[in-house]
């Protein structure tokens, strides 16, 4: 047979559609989209025929050419079409906050709620009380004040967002002050400097990378009074253009650390110095820790205590020790909030109903601490003890040896991490699974986890394949040891 013959015997779109497979399937799917498939299953068969070499068609399989075999393979081409692009995975990488995989995963009520909420219609923006228009501003304002102490609050989608708006509120065409060792950057291209020039605030850096003083605070401070006078020009030779000074910034320092020859103006100092010049302080705090963690290791800054000191508006992250949705979350001083909710990048930043949902029901658990430490899985991972890792670990080798018994396994001592940008120098003692399989290389088991039905995203060290508990669920167990069956 040549080219001709194979090509002669592909069957028409109408003779494959006739399959009973694919008559259900119109009927569930679409007949647009079922035709559509056969098609291109078709023309593949085509272009795979022409490109054969002549001493290849010989050995052609010409089963493929079947009505019914063709029917399968739009079937499959279908489902592969229908996939999701996001889906779920298992981190078992020891990073809590594995930006990656998404940060933090959301706590039971949160999911429910999120449910509950998207399922139908809600009161996002409708005030049932009253019967008139509410304003989403307000569905978590209050939790958020009970939680903090905070007068107002306001949430839009990430934290880069929130900078931007408290930058552009707040400094507009006047000069922000910050430290040298505070401009960092988080994240693709996310710099403290970029993003002050985009709210269009000026930045007045001081001090240097390890060493900024309360009196370089002092010192940068720009008033309408030295600007009319000129006095300024003595101080600084550069001459360069000088704007009145609009704020105060702290940036918490929370992807990286310096040691060392270092110093830095707590706070409390900074609170000091802006009510001595009638200035606002604003922290960017970043990593939305709640809860005083000191006794599991974690000596971060918290948001109650930080706002405790009387900086006038902190800003930070729904997503990461917060352990909630993603969320730029700003809470403060009301004159300043309010402000805020009027700019117009306000509409441009805000959360729909999903977020404000899943970030409702997080915070509730915040009411007792207790709670929240047992049910938000950030927070529950970074309490885990090493021992409970342990007994973890023996748990997963126990069930995949049930599913593999021909695999070699072995108990690792791990140093886990927190991860998201959050507490660098932080290591949590902790236990994996390093799984071996005769002569595979970790490299080639690491795939093969990849392509699980739910993919198990492991980590390699030493050429081996790890398993690190401390981010694999108690319920996950039993699937991550089906993954490699």
Request: charged share 30%; hydrophobic share 40%; glycine share 8%.
């Amino acid at each position: 047979m040549n080219k001709k013959d194979y090509l002669r015997r592909l069957p028409k779109i109408d003779e494959v559609l006739k399959e009973g497979s694919l008559v259900i399937l119109a009927e569930e799917k679409s007949t647009l989209l079922v035709t559509e498939a056969v098609r291109e299953v078709i023309a593949d068969l085509r272009s795979q025929i022409l490109g054969l070499e002549d001493d290849a068609l010989a050995s052609f399989n010409t089963d493929c050419l079947a009505p019914g075999r063709v029917a399968e393979m739009a079937t499959v081409r279908l489902a592969e079409d229908e996939a999701m692009n996001l889906y779920p995975v298992i981190n078992a990488t020891g990073t809590i906050l594995h930006t990656n995989l998404g940060r933090a995963p959301l706590c039971a009520d949160a999911v429910e709620n999120v449910a509950r909420v998207s399922r139908g219609y809600s009161d996002l923006e409708y005030n049932v009380a009253k019967g008139k228009r509410g304003s989403r501003h307000d569905l978590v304002g209050d939790l958020i004040a009970e939680l903090t102490g905070a007068e107002d609050a306001m949430v839009v989608n990430n934290n880069a967002a929130a900078t931007m708006i408290v930058l552009a509120s707040m400094g507009r065409g006047k000069e922000i002050i910050v430290s040298r060792g505070e401009l960092v950057e988080i994240g693709g291209a996310f710099r403290i400097p970029d993003i002050m020039k985009q709210s269009g605030a000026y930045l007045q850096e001081i001090g240097t990378s390890n060493k900024t003083k309360v009196s370089d605070y002092e010192n940068a401070i720009m008033t309408k009074d030295k600007l009319e006078k000129g006095d300024w020009y003595d101080e600084d030779p550069r001459h360069g253009q000088r704007f009145e000074t609009g704020a105060l910034m702290k940036v918490h320092k929370s992807n990286y650390d310096i040691v060392g020859f270092t110093e830095e103006a707590t706070l409390e100092e900074l609170v000091e110095v802006g009510r001595k010049h009638d200035l606002p302080v604003i922290f960017d705090m970043g990593n939305g820790l709640m809860l005083d963690m000191s006794e599991y290791g974690l000596n971060e800054p918290n948001i109650p205590a930080s706002l405790a000191t009387g900086i006038d508006v902190m800003l930070f992250s729904g997503d990461k020790l917060l352990g909630g949705p993603q969320a730029g979350i700003i809470v403060g001083k009301k004159k300043y909030i309010s402000k805020m909710k009027k700019h117009p990048l306000a509409r441009a930043m805000r959360v729909d109903k999903m977020t404000f949902a899943a970030l409702e029901a997080t915070l509730a658990k915040y009411r007792d601490p207790k709670i929240a430490l047992r049910d938000i899985p950030v927070l529950n991972m970074i309490a885990s003890s090493a021992d409970e890792m342990r007994a973890r670990a023996g748990r997963l080798a126990d069930a995949i040896h049930k599913v593999n018994p021909g695999l070699d396994l072995e108990f690792v001592e791990v140093l886990d991490q927190i991860g998201g940008g959050s507490a660098p120098m932080v290591r949590l003692p902790g236990w994996a699974v390093a799984v071996g399989d005769g002569n595979k290389s970790a490299d080639s088991i690491e795939r093969r986890l990849r392509k699980a039905e739910i993919p198990v995203i492991a980590r390699i060290a030493d050429d081996k394949l790890l398993l690190c508990v401390r981010t694999i669920a108690e319920s996950e167990l039993e699937t991550v040891a089906e993954a490699l069956k």
